[in-house]
């Protein structure tokens, strides 16, 4: 995956929206330094440095295309979903906040919210033309249906991605890693340049923890 996120449109010539310091500065004192590190990325990918959107592509694109490729019916399609989202996350940039989310976190819920806003408007071009009155009648109300399980289940994520967002750090990225990325621990590890037992570890600690923070079995 080598794809130029900012393929489709270059920082500096249509970005609409507000500018770095537009924004109330978080208070940073008391947060630990890879959030402050993640704060000053995001603040200069706002401002448009080459070098910051490159290290943010390299930190998360591999995790963004997983989860793209899991979500839309083709690979050239999952491939333009990853452009989108990190044009997204360059508009948005200077809105992060560390105090509130962790930078993976953000990047994963802004990712799912593309993801399911760009196959809704999939689905919406296709044209019932060759339903009757009963079928579109079934049809609204499954529409309707789906609707309310996808809004729960974005509930779901979000309370769930909080929770992981409270996590050690090693713990809260092989958590995403492995089920949101759909990476094998050893993939993590050699990622991340850690041993496999480590990997493991981390990974029993944080399932652990969430189920005594939700009261039931982890899933994601």
């Known amino acids: 995956m080598t794809q130029d996120p900012n ?3 270059q920082p500096g010539n249509s970005r609409q929206g507000s500018q770095p310091g537009s924004t109330s500065r978080p208070d940073l004192s008391s947060l630990p330094e890879q959030e402050r590190l993640d704060y000053d990325l995001m603040q200069r990918v706002a401002a448009n440095q080459e070098a910051a959107v490159a290290d943010l592509y390299d930190r998360f694109g591999s995790l963004v295309f997983r989860m793209a490729l899991q979500s ?3 690979r050239a399609e999952a491939e333009d979903a ?3 989202v990190f044009v997204r996350l360059w508009r948005t940039a200077d809105r992060y906040d560390p105090s509130k989310a962790a930078l993976v976190t953000w990047v994963m819920l802004l990712t799912r919210r593309h993801l399911v806003d760009k196959l809704r408007r999939k689905r919406a071009r296709i044209k019932p033309t060759a339903l009757d009155d009963t079928q579109l009648s079934h049809a609204g109300a499954w529409e309707q ?4 399980a996808r809004a729960e289940r974005d509930e779901h994520f979000a309370a769930l991605m909080a929770k992981v967002d409270q996590l050690p750090e090693l713990q809260r990225t092989v958590v995403i890693r492995a089920y949101l990325g ?10 991340l340049d850690t041993p496999l037992g480590t990997i493991k570890s981390a990974l029993s ?11 039931e079995e982890a899933s994601l």
């Not at 249906?145 to 309310?148: E, L, P, R, V, Y």
């Open 205 to 215: 600690r944080a399932l652990v923890r969430l189920r005594e923070r939700t009261g």
């Open 7 to 9: 393929h489709s449109e």
């Open 182 to 191: 759909g990476q094998t621990l050893r993939q993590i590890g050699e990622e």
């Open 145 to 148: 249906a789906a609707i309310a």
């Open 82 to 84: 990853v452009q989108e």
């Open 72 to 74: 839309m019916p083709t």
